[in-house]
């Protein structure tokens, strides 16, 4: 009989870098380590009272809940323009064009920015704020491991080594050697 699956959800805002660096890492590891990663858009407000990025966040979760398949991309686009290149990402137009430059067309951007305000996509952000701290969250990424049976959570964005050691995995540092041949 095989091990349990291994699942990875990780709990992140796009208004926290540290978040970022979770989220990077993850994603390069993800299928190094065989694991399967669930990218839990949470607002990082919810947690500490005072984020900023709720706009953001509620855009991130309609494009989960409708367009899973860009929420890497969004996500990523979102992350560069606040913490690269010191763009705004809370103002509708910013957001736009976030999701523009990830490769969502116009018309699909313009459609979830039109449903950040609805009750669904607040109602879906608060579920998956509430999870996070009921896991102990007190802050933004966390990283919760489903290993053989049991619940590991991780806080920050430098516990990699750690969640390695969970996983019985090897850790090569952010950028692993897979990564950097497929580059």
Not at 32 to 45: E, H
Not at 142 to 167: N, P, R, Y
Request: aromatic residues 8%; charged residues 20%; neutral net charge.
């Amino acid at each position: 009989m095989g091990s349990l699956p291994r699942t990875l959800e990780l709990f992140y805002d796009v208004l926290s870098p540290y978040s970022w660096l979770g989220f990077e890492v993850l994603c390069r590891y993800q299928h190094i380590w065989n694991v399967k990663l669930q990218l839990r858009p949470s607002l990082l407000g919810g947690i500490m009272k005072d984020s900023g990025s709720v706009s953001a966040m509620r855009f991130v979760t309609a494009t989960n809940m409708e367009r899973p398949e860009m929420l890497t991309n969004v996500s990523r686009e979102l992350w560069m323009r606040a913490w690269s290149r010191d763009e705004d990402i809370t103002q509708p137009q910013s957001i736009l064009a976030a999701a523009e430059k990830a490769g969502m067309s116009a018309e699909d951007a313009r459609a979830l920015l039109e449903k950040i305000s609805t009750p669904q996509v607040k109602n879906q952000l608060r579920e998956t704020t509430e999870a996070a701290c009921k896991y102990g969250a007190f802050g933004l990424p966390i990283v919760v491991a489903h290993i053989d049976g049991k619940t590991h959570m991780l806080f920050g964005s430098d516990h990699m080594e750690l969640l390695a050691h969970l996983l019985g995995e090897k850790w090569m540092g952010p950028a692993p050697p897979a990564l950097n041949a497929r580059l």
